[in-house]
């Protein structure tokens, strides 16, 4: 069964179908005609009555299904409960197995500041931060006092962007603490916060591990997510454009030793900042699979899914074909998230029916997806995500131009799509500065795109004559531009 909806329902659904193993979803009332529910074998109300997001943190409903119906795994998918320990220990107290990380391991990963702990007790470098989450805006103010600004707030108890807030000033401190702290609980039922220094412009890079029962764990490389937008990815690239082979090498030995300090069992990710002096820093476990774990799959050929299905099994890495030596690195592999947002209206979430669905397909293009088909209703409800492109290919140029031609494709009508102009120009501006560039938020683009209502194909062009000369100085000519721009 998965405790989810959408892609990563499906995603884990095609998944168990190839292994021979009956699916369960669970939907809600504002649910009953999405895509995820005809995908299993059986499907199951929960949440009758209760707000459409509360519906699938429901934890009772989904146990009682799970027990009437003799599931033998819940899978949790991301977002919603996938990283709350009560729910993984809900499941085993059922009798029934959690695809993850013991609740005692996603508990300690969870809570970011005693994640924090771990990693300095196994030897791993973190950002300057609070020991514990703070309760007042005078602790904050306390911690600007003495680490200066800028600072970060974050959820102590979720990802994905909320609950985050930079401070750059005194000024805006009660501002952003009230805020982060209204979106932390908002999100994940806990306001709780903790408070970092805020490195300048680095690189986001995580790490894939696998582990096993026995202590095993393997790496499956690093992912670039370094293309950002409200402090949530928008672009993910593997293996990281530009990386020091012997920073690749800290990065993942640290991500293994830090799973196995704490015992990690299942899929994971580990990430870090790296600063632009080749320093980084760990910041977060996420105890879960990865809305970017497709591009991983692309450049290892591992089933991320089938390998945390058989895991929970009881099968070890070994017995897996899993064994370090053997994951080796075959190519570049690049993910676009398309989601329906209005570009007037600041880039706010769409909704309304899809009239018109036409996708970019083709060899090296990999679709995951749950409403994008003509007749889809998308809902107010939840995550505008639409569908996620995956381009492989055998290197960096050869990938971002099947990214580009593949977004080119795309036709659809009915609900606003403005998510195309911003990765095309990511695109762009991958190849205008060579993706060594650290964590950039754009959504100060977003200016240019709207400017006028002209369309991409249109501004695009305009966007890279408006380069810096030194840029385009050395620029070939366009059929060899993504090969120069990952030179």
């Known amino acids: 069964m998965v405790a989810n909806r959408g892609e990563i329902a499906i995603r884990v659904f095609r998944a168990c179908t190839e292994l021979g193993i009956r699916t369960v979803a669970v939907y809600t009332e504002q649910d009953t005609g999405q895509m995820h529910r005809q995908k299993a074998d059986e499907a199951y109300l929960i949440g009758?009555?209760?707000?459409?997001?509360?519906?699938?943190?429901?934890?009772?409903?989904?146990?009682?299904?799970?027990?009437?119906?003799?599931?033998?795994?819940?899978?949790?998918?991301?977002?919603?409960?996938?990283?709350?320990?009560?729910?993984?220990?809900?499941?085993?107290?059922?009798?029934?197995?959690?695809?993850?990380?013991?609740?005692?391991?996603?508990?300690?990963?969870?809570?970011?500041?005693?994640?924090?702990?771990?990693?300095?007790?196994?030897?791993?470098?973190v950002v300057p931060g609070t020991d514990s989450p703070i309760s007042s805006l005078s602790e904050a103010q306390e911690f600007s006092n003495t680490y200066g600004f800028p600072i970060i707030f974050k959820a102590a108890y979720g990802g994905g962007g909320r609950g985050m807030r930079v401070v750059r000033s005194y000024e805006e401190l009660e501002e952003n603490?009230?805020?982060?702290?209204?979106?932390?609980?908002?999100?994940?039922?806990?306001?709780?916060?903790?408070?970092?220094?805020?490195?300048?412009?680095?690189?986001h890079i995580e790490v894939q591990i696998l582990g096993d029962k026995y202590g095993n764990v393997v790496h499956l490389y690093e992912r670039d997510c370094s293309i950002q937008r409200r402090h949530q990815k928008v672009v993910e690239i593997a293996p990281a454009a530009h990386l020091d082979s012997q920073l690749r090498s800290k990065l993942t030995s640290d991500a293994v030793k830090l799973a196995k300090h704490v015992g990690y069992e299942n899929a994971g990710t580990v990430e870090f900042l790296v600063d632009k002096h080749g320093k980084h820093f760990f910041i977060e476990v996420n105890s879960r699979l990865q809305v970017e774990h497709t591009v991983t799959e692309e450049i290892t050929d591992v089933d991320l899914v089938h390998a945390q299905i058989h895991i929970a099994e009881g099968k070890s890495l070994p017995e897996l074909g899993l064994k370090q030596d053997n994951v080796r690195i075959?190519?570049?592999?690049?993910?676009?998230?398309?989601?329906?947002?209005?570009?007037?209206?600041?880039?706010?979430?769409?909704?309304?029916?899809?009239?018109?669905?036409?996708?970019?397909?083709?060899?090296?293009?990999?679709?995951?997806?749950?409403?994008?088909?003509?007749?889809?209703?998308?809902?107010?409800?939840?995550?505008?995500?639409?569908?996620?492109?995956?381009?492989?290919?055998?290197?960096?140029?050869?990938?971002?131009?099947?990214?580009?031609?593949?977004?080119?494709?795309?036709?659809?009508?009915?609900?606003?799509?403005?998510?195309?102009?911003?990765?095309?120009?990511?695109?762009?501006?991958?190849?205008?500065?060579?993706?060594?560039?650290?964590?950039?938020?754009?959504?100060?683009?977003?200016?240019?795109?709207?400017?006028?209502?002209?369309?991409?194909?249109?501004?695009?062009?305009?966007?890279?004559?408006?380069?810096?000369?030194?840029?385009?100085?050395?620029?070939?000519?366009?059929?060899?531009?993504?090969?120069?721009?990952?030179?």
């Open 48 to 125: 009758r009555g209760l707000p459409p997001v509360q519906a699938y943190l429901h934890i009772p409903d989904i146990i009682k299904v799970a027990k009437e119906n003799d599931v033998d795994a819940v899978h949790p998918g991301y977002g919603f409960l996938s990283e709350r320990a009560d729910f993984a220990q809900a499941c085993i107290e059922a009798g029934v197995r959690f695809i993850g990380p013991t609740p005692e391991v996603v508990r300690k990963m969870g809570d970011k500041v005693e994640a924090r702990a771990i990693a300095m007790a196994a030897g791993v470098r």
């Open 330 to 487: 075959n190519g570049c592999a690049i993910q676009c998230r398309v989601t329906t947002e209005n570009p007037a209206r600041g880039f706010q979430p769409d909704t309304g029916r899809i009239e018109v669905f036409r996708s970019g397909e083709g060899m090296g293009i990999r679709l995951d997806s749950a409403s994008a088909f003509q007749g889809a209703l998308i809902s107010p409800h939840y995550d505008s995500l639409l569908v996620k492109v995956i381009a492989h290919g055998k290197d960096n140029p050869t990938a971002a131009s099947k990214m580009s031609r593949a977004l080119a494709e795309f036709r659809i009508r009915g609900v606003k799509v403005g998510s195309f102009s911003w990765l095309h120009l990511t695109l762009v501006y991958g190849f205008a500065f060579r993706w060594r560039s650290g964590v950039q938020n754009i959504d100060r683009w977003a200016g240019i795109l709207t400017s006028g209502g002209h369309p991409c194909w249109i501004v695009l062009p305009t966007f890279y004559c408006l380069l810096p000369g030194c840029c385009r100085a050395e620029a070939p000519a366009l059929e060899s531009r993504w090969a120069w721009a990952f030179r």
């Open 177 to 203: 603490y009230t805020r982060a702290f209204s979106e932390a609980l908002s999100a994940f039922g806990n306001g709780a916060l903790f408070v970092e220094k805020f490195v300048e412009k680095p690189r």
